[in-house]
């Protein structure tokens, strides 16, 4: 068990610009949940995957959001036309499905600067 | 909806003595609830976590959470405080609909002093 990662960690962007995160799960985790952290507040929810398929959007991800995990393993996340907004760190977090789907192992976290 | 709140933003203990992280919850139906700990440069961990049975949950290092259903909280306690165990603390609850996305509060920031 490797843990969740995330690339890169930091990302500094000037606004306008396009990025896109990964996130590599726990590999036998079918489940993959984006969320977003900004300074001095919790994580809330984006979207998650059940294996390839994207089953939920959060409002909070507007369509200059778009995130796809095209072989049940990685995801990515990618942001276009940044936002000073958009400065936050990006949280993804894997588990199983079934009762286990609440044990959720999170990544490190890419911190998003948009200057 | 659901909802989580931490009350306390900040709390700081003297290493060795007891801690006690106040959540509460709003939730219809009988809640699943986490506590995670998050520390600087790390991912969140899962310290422990309620889904039914007995309310007094036991954790990792140290910790234990006591579910109270009259009082919609559900605290994180540790007898003895190390200094590692300065970080900072979020409750959660699920499930939060279709997705099972879990619901945090937005912290408590631990100080321990030595």
């Known amino acids: 068990d490797t843990g969740v990662s995330q690339n890169p960690r930091h990302k500094i962007t000037k606004r306008g610009q396009n990025v896109t995160f990964r996130c590599d799960p726990i590999?036998?985790?079918?489940?993959l949940y984006w969320y977003r952290q900004t300074l001095g507040q919790g994580p809330e929810f984006l979207t998650y995957?059940?294996?390839?398929?994207?089953?939920?959007k959060s409002r909070l991800l507007s369509d200059r959001f778009s995130a796809e995990r095209p072989k049940g393993s990685f995801s990515t996340l990618e942001i276009q036309r940044t936002e000073q907004g958009d400065s936050a760190m990006y949280l993804c977090a894997s588990s199983l499905t079934g009762t286990r789907v609440y044990e959720q192992y999170f990544g490190p976290g890419t911190r998003l600067t948009v200057t | 909806a659901q909802s989580v709140t931490q009350p306390d933003i900040h709390i700081t203990v003297s290493e060795g003595a007891s801690l006690e992280l106040r959540c509460n919850y709003s939730y219809g139906a009988t809640p699943y609830l986490f506590w995670y700990v998050q520390s600087p440069g790390q991912g969140l961990q899962l310290l422990l976590k309620?889904?039914?049975?007995?309310?007094l949950v036991q954790g990792i290092k140290g910790f234990e959470a006591e579910f109270k259903r009259s009082q919609s909280s559900f605290n994180l306690r540790k007898p003895s405080v190390h200094w590692s165990d300065a970080a900072e603390y979020f409750c959660?609850?699920?499930?939060?609909?279709?997705?099972?996305?879990?619901?945090f509060g937005s912290g408590t920031q631990l100080t321990v002093l030595p």
């Open positions: 995957f059940q294996n390839e398929a994207q089953l939920e």
């Open positions: 959660a609850v699920g499930p939060a609909g279709s997705a099972r996305q879990l619901t």
């Open positions: 309620y889904f039914s049975g007995d309310t």
């Open positions: 590999s036998e985790h079918n489940r």
